[in-house]
């Protein structure tokens, strides 16, 4: 057979995402007072403190002039509400005003693009792209429940890179969900997706569909090893707990103890 | 006549300036970014020192681009020389392509193997899950640290040097090296990592993105096309994980667009002969953004086309946009299809520079560069530089239809390796 498919992986993932794909709406349109009025400071300190001693952090930020270079050349900026300057500036004043930072991470984080075009214009050398990938870390590891929203509809995705470090792999190109705004060329590949992708020319891509190339065992053993060891799979789990524990689960089958 | 151009200054506000003046502009603002007002540059020459003194006292060996790798050697922004490894190369490959854009893998490939090259392509890698990372804030620098470690010491084992597919790798291995490298604490929690998978922490001298690779074979390449492809004008559009995402280390060429753009990707097209066009939003991101092309597509899309697609259709009128990234390739391709069902008329063809290269020499459309693939319609192209792909279907097709029926299929091979894997892997 030239097609190799895992059934395990694919009832699992069938488990995530049920209805098969829906939208996480439009961050940053909702800038979340309530939620940080809600919100318990002790949780705040300690996200603030977190953020302050984290070995990026010197790097990631200097001091803001406010000169608005970079949300002039960021993209969601043009589409909208979200602004690095604002980013950089609430990260300034976040050891006095923790509430602030909280409020932003409740969402308004989630529209940056990581294009880091902010990094390369600031004449302070901050990297406000940055210090946005390490909030939404931040608010990953706290279970924040816009991190919940904002990444359940990626769920699966979460799941292919953290088993396999492969994603948007062949078998997510159903004919419908969730690939249907890329037109009927797309549809029509979906269809004939086995004998296409049997079709392909590289060896190690030829036939695999449940990974975007053959990935060996010992290498997702590796991989969900690391991912366990550097606290990324508890951190995972304070969000989604239900992809942590498949990873693990798909770990065990390959004996990574839980 | 002097010639002039606009300098487009954003919301429809634009200056007409001598085209001579503009370049010089750009220009300046080019050389100030490199040492003047953004003063990474001196940080990231003190990392490449400080990962020598490592080297030196035995805290972490280094994979070195010695003359076993054949290395040319190319300037970076920050004025360094950097040496690109040409043969004998660990295909680093992409987790962004290989699902759903194969011929970005293939036709590099096949490049290769049409020049010789010696590669190893592994099946013991994994992308560099940064991914995750930026699109979701689900991993962390050590994770991603010790990730890229164990991919560099799988390519350290096959002796084979790491040659990187994908822009957001080469961004993130940067940044994961410099933070191993200046920070102890990232450092010793990788090694105890590694220590756990039977691994041992080797750096890269270089971190090398396959465009470089083939900048500096672009000569070569130029000199084995068999189409004349000199009456197509193409766009360019750069990654922003390869130039802005510690941008020190990515390659400029002063007689490449007097070094006011990175050189790779634009220097391929002008080897081959190409009309390169350059537009006002040449800087500008491809709105890929990560999560958004997935679970807020319409950002990503609206993006890609108003700020991308449409002015470099309306003001270059080129044939094809040729790019250097998997997620660009993605979101500049397939946003296209949403707005022409909206009645927008401005579309383009987005290629890699590697799969315009490949079908230049002669490369099979389809079973190389597998352009069904690819959404915007490519036919106009094929059909101007002079390709006949309607019998080139035919014979994808009667492939496609002789491998259902049991025949053996066709890979692309590199020529038998010089070099010998060093050490056998341990963990199991
Ligand atoms: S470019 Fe830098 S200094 Fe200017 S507003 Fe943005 S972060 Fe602040
Ligand atoms: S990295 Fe984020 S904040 Fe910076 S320019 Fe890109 S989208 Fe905007």
Known sequence: ?258 | MTESQALNLGKGDEVEMRTVDLKFLQKLSMDRKAHLAYGKVEDYLRMLEKMKELERSGEIMVHHVGDEYEPATVKTLSGREKKVPTVELWQHKSCGQCGHIPGYISALYWIMAELKIPYVDDTNQTSCTAWNYYGSGTSNPVALSAVFARNMHAAYEKNAYPLIHCGTSYGDYKEVRYLMVMSREVRDQVKAILKKIGRDLVLPEELVHYSEWLHVKRNEIAGRRKFDVSNIKAAVHAACHTYKLMAEDFTYDPTIMEGRRPAPTTSVAMALGVDVKEYSTWSDCCGFGFRHILTEREISRSFAYFRKIQPIVRETKADVLLVHDTGCVTTLDKSQVVTKAHGFPETIPVVSDAQFAALAMGAHPFKVCQLHWHLADWKGLLEKIGIDWKTAETEYKDYVQALKEGAKPVYITPPPRRLKPRAKETFS
Request: glycine letters at 6%.
């Open chain 1, 1 to 258: 057979m030239y097609v190799t498919k895992s059934e395990k992986v694919t009832s699992r993932l069938g488990s995530l995402n049920e209805d098969g794909w829906h939208y996480s709406g439009l961050p940053g349109l909702q800038w979340e007072a309530e939620n940080a009025r809600m919100g318990d400071r002790k949780v705040m300190k300690r996200i603030v403190e977190e953020v302050q001693a984290d070995p990026r952090f010197e790097d990631f930020y200097h001091a803001c002039i406010n000169c608005g270079n970079c949300t002039a050349v960021c993209p969601p900026f043009r589409l909208v509400d979200f602004a690095p300057r604002i980013v950089v500036q609430k990260v300034m004043h976040a050891k006095d005003e923790p509430e602030l930072l909280y409020q932003m991470m409740d969402q308004y984080i989630w529209s940056c693009f990581q294009c880091y075009s902010c990094w390369e214009v600031c004449p302070a050398q901050n990297n406000p792209g940055g210090l946005v990938a390490m909030l939404k870390e931040s608010a990953v590891k706290h279970g924040l429940t816009s991190a919940k929203r904002s990444l359940e509809p990626y769920s699966k995705i979460l799941y292919k890179v953290m088993t396999t470090g492969t994603q948007i792999t062949p078998d997510m190109h159903s004919s419908n969900a969730p690939f249907r705004d890329w037109g009927g060329g797309k549809a029509d590949l979906a269809k004939h997706l086995r004998e296409e992708r049997a079709a392909v020319a590289v060896e190690t891509l030829a036939g695999t569909i449940d990974k975007s190339w053959k990935v060996d065992d010992r290498t997702m053993k590796e991989l969900i090893t690391i991912e366990k060891e550097a606290g990324v799979t508890d951190m995972v789990k304070q969000t989604l707990k239900d992809v942590a524990e498949m990873v693990e689960e798909a770990g065990e089958e390959l004996g990574v103890p839980k």
